[in-house]
Each structure stands twice: as C-alpha cells, then as structure tokens.
C-alpha cells in the first residue's frame, strides 16, 4: 500500500465520525448525511495528493460536503412525507430529560428550511464566522443573517423555554 493511501486510509478512520455528524445537521437524515460524507470523501481522495502536499483535508472535506448539499437544494425533486409518527418504545423506560429535549430540538430542526438549518448548524455548531459561513453557503453575510434570525425566531416558537416551563402565564 503507498503512503498516500495509509495517509488517506488513517484520515478516513479518524474523521469519518465527525464529519458524519456534521451531515446529520445538515440533511437531518441519517441515509442523506451517509452518502454526503461518501460523496465528500471520494472527493476529498481525488484531491488526497494535492491536499497531502500542504492543504487541510479536513477543511476541503468539509467544505465539499456544503457545496454538495447546497447544490442538492438547488435541485428539484419530490418532498417526501413519513407515514406517521414513530411507534413508542416497548421496554417500558422513560428516557426523559436531555433525551426529551434532543427529539424536541430535532423536530424542530426539521421544520426548518434547509438553508436557515444550514446556517444555523454551520454558525452554531460548527462555529464558523459569520463570513465564513455566508462564504460556505454561497450567500452574502446580510442573507446569512436573516437566514439565522429567522431560525432562531422559528426555533424559539416551537421548543419551550425550559426557564419559564410550567410557570403560570
């Protein structure tokens, strides 16, 4: 085996986990984040002799997967809808508390727009600037703005402010 495939064999091994998680924000399906990161890591092993040579593998992954993902959105195609909703769990435990919260806070995710998710996962998240992120997005830093005000606002709408639960109103 070359040098140049254990090296790209060891950042596949090492970086897989985190970039999938940042898909998973992204496209907010598991499948969809599977094949983004696919999708990115076959780039980014194209580009593997040029990014060994002094470039940031994990940057150009990265930033492959939103330019990706931007141009899925840029696409037609056909909403799809879920049956219904998600059969209860059988065992009999409660997972309350954080896990409660993590399904609130996804579902409301979900309802977002993706470009208002998008911005919102690479601001918050993935804690890039502002400039960065428009940069990322292929928008102007004002449109990534509004994006991220809006979904705060939508956010804010949907998921309970836990300081003020249960309080009378």
């Known amino acids: 085996m070359s040098t140049d ?24 399906d598991r499948h ?29 992954a ?11 959105w840029r696409r037609r195609r056909v909403a799809e809808s879920l049956p219904g909703e998600l059969p209860e769990r059988r065992d009999g435990r409660d997972p309350a508390g954080e896990a409660a919260e993590r399904l609130a806070l996804r579902q409301a995710l979900l309802t977002l727009p993706a470009r208002q998710r998008a911005a919102l ?11 960065e992120a428009a940069d990322l997005l292929g928008c102007r830093v004002g449109t990534l703005k509004s994006h991220l005000a809006r979904g705060l606002a939508a956010l804010r709408r949907a998921l309970p402010d836990p300081a003020t639960e249960g309080m009378p109103r």
């Open 5 to 28: 495939g254990h090296d790209f064999e060891s950042f596949y091994r090492a970086r897989t986990p985190a970039l999938l998680r940042t898909a998973y924000l992204l496209t907010g």
């Open 32 to 60: 969809l984040a599977e094949d983004l990161v696919q999708d990115a890591l076959a780039r980014t092993h194209r580009a593997w002799r040029r990014l060994a040579d002094g470039g940031n593998p994990e940057a150009y």
């Open 62 to 72: 990265r930033r492959v997967m939103y330019h990706l993902q931007v141009s899925r």
């Open 121 to 131: 996962v690479l601001r918050y998240f993935e804690d890039h600037s502002e400039a």
